[in-house]
């Protein structure tokens, strides 16, 4: 069982910045794909970034540039650093990861970007 949990939602302003976090437990991290989606109102969940166990990264084209995904095998933690915030990145944002035929989210963190 991987338990994911997430931090950092909150409130910004328009061109500002967040930092997501989600972390887990168990020395078995280091060999996970994680993922960030989101999910806005009326929208289907949507891929954000990701980055494999290798450290290789990917993102949507809507995020590329203003956001970039990390991960420390130390603390268990991928994050999820969002600058340049539009009104439009409004959503709930999901960490994930697949592990041996199952999948993992995270409870979830709401980014709302309002003046």
């Known amino acids: 069982q991987v338990q994911l949990v997430e931090s950092g939602g909150g409130l910004v302003q328009p061109g500002g910045s967040l930092r997501l976090s989600c972390t887990t437990s168990g020395s078995i991290f280091r060999l996970f794909d994680m993922e960030w989606f989101r999910q806005g109102p009326a929208n289907p969940r949507e891929l954000v970034a990701g980055?494999?166990?290798?450290?290789?990264?990917n993102y949507a084209d809507s995020v590329k540039g203003r956001f970039t995904i990390s991960r420390d095998n130390v603390w268990n933690t991928v994050y999820l650093h969002m600058n340049s915030l539009k009104p439009e990145d409004t959503a709930v944002y999901y960490c994930?990861?697949?592990?041996?035929?199952?999948?993992?989210w995270g409870q979830g963190a709401q980014v709302t970007v309002s003046s």
């Open positions: 980055i494999n166990s290798g450290g290789s990264t």
């Open positions: 994930h990861t697949r592990w041996l035929g199952s999948n993992y």
